[in-house]
């Protein structure tokens, strides 16, 4: 009633895992299903309970049955990608057995060398030195952190999340906390304000590329960005910070005019709050029309949501976030 893989018929068992076979089998369980040739054979078809899902045996067994659990990401990979796609990822604790298994079975299924180009197994997710878990009530998701002041008492822009996570490598474990969150913002805070008024250079800094190149090191992009705010490439910074998707090189500098196009998908991209994009938006129409008294008010309003107008010689506007 079951079908099996049998691994030591597969040399290269463990190759994924870094896991010898012969030690993989010394190391495995004296019990052993009365089914399996070996301690380390796993199952590509199994019979279903009386409650379970279960469908006619491809192999032709009489009692209808379900893949087994590896089967499943198999055929959905295959199905959706082909017999070898780029990139592969999940959590650290899938290395073994599942996604060497997965492995198994897609190259002898297809004859191919490998399933996947890359493997990319991340660490867990911790909040305040502690897993999260809904039964500790530390459970958040990003849209709570973006939306709700349930974590720190407070809404986080989604810039700020970004980077708080991208200062771990992904393989290690992120831990959640709120002091994270606002070193990172403070550090969001230094770079916009070190770069904001230049135009963006035409290519991003090289030390930036070599890091995310480099097993997508981001802790090494980032530590390449301050470098080159403490070096004054502030153009290169400008330009690698808006390729990351932390600025957006359509405001490549706080000068705003008539025309500029004040989009929803800016605001969220910029150091300002969508309400305060739409008040400057409103201030900038209100001045080229010259109602000044408008533009007064306005002016007044943005001051109340923490943001600082210059309004120039020149007839353009500079602005910064009050601290």
């Not at 199952?43 to 491809?58: A, C, E, M, Q």
Request: with cysteine.
């Amino acid at each position: 009633e079951h079908v099996l893989f049998h691994v030591p018929s597969m040399p290269d068992y463990g190759s994924l895992s870094k896991r010898p076979l012969d030690e993989m089998e010394a190391g495995a369980r004296v019990d052993v299903a009365p089914y399996k040739r070996s301690p380390l054979d796993f199952v590509l078809w199994k019979p279903s309970g009386p409650r379970d899902p279960s469908w006619p045996s491809p192999a032709g067994i009489e009692t209808p049955g379900r893949p087994g659990w590896h089967i499943e990401c198999s055929a959905m990979s295959w199905r959706h990608l082909g017999e070898r796609f780029d990139i592969h990822a999940g959590g650290i604790d899938l290395v073994f057995p599942h996604h060497e298994n997965e492995v198994a079975q897609s190259r002898c299924s297809f004859g191919t060398p490998t399933m996947a180009n890359v493997w990319m197994h991340n660490g867990f997710l911790q909040v305040e030195g502690q897993k999260m878990s809904k039964s500790l009530g530390n459970f958040v998701t990003i849209q709570e952190l973006l939306r709700t002041e349930n974590f720190g008492g407070r809404r986080w822009s989604g810039d700020v999340l970004r980077l708080a996570m991208l200062k771990s490598p992904y393989r290690d474990p992120i831990d959640w906390t709120v002091s994270s969150l606002i070193e990172a913002e403070n550090i969001l805070d230094g770079w916009w304000r070190s770069c904001w008024l230049l135009p963006p250079a035409p290519a991003v800094a090289p030390e930036v590329i070599a890091a995310l190149a480099d097993d997508l090191d981001t802790p090494g992009a980032i530590t390449a960005l301050h470098g080159l705010r403490r070096e004054g490439r502030l153009a290169e910074l400008h330009r690698s910070l808006c390729s990351l998707g932390f600025m957006t090189m359509r405001f490549h500098s706080s000068a705003v005019d008539a025309s500029t196009d004040f989009s929803l998908d800016s605001a969220r991209s910029s150091h300002l709050s969508e309400r305060a994009w739409a008040v400057l938006r409103d201030r900038t129409a209100a001045r080229a029309a010259k109602n000044w008294a408008e533009s007064d008010r306005l002016r007044d309003e943005l001051a109340a949501l923490g943001v600082a107008l210059k309004d120039n010689k020149d007839g353009t506007t500079t602005w910064e976030v009050a601290r």
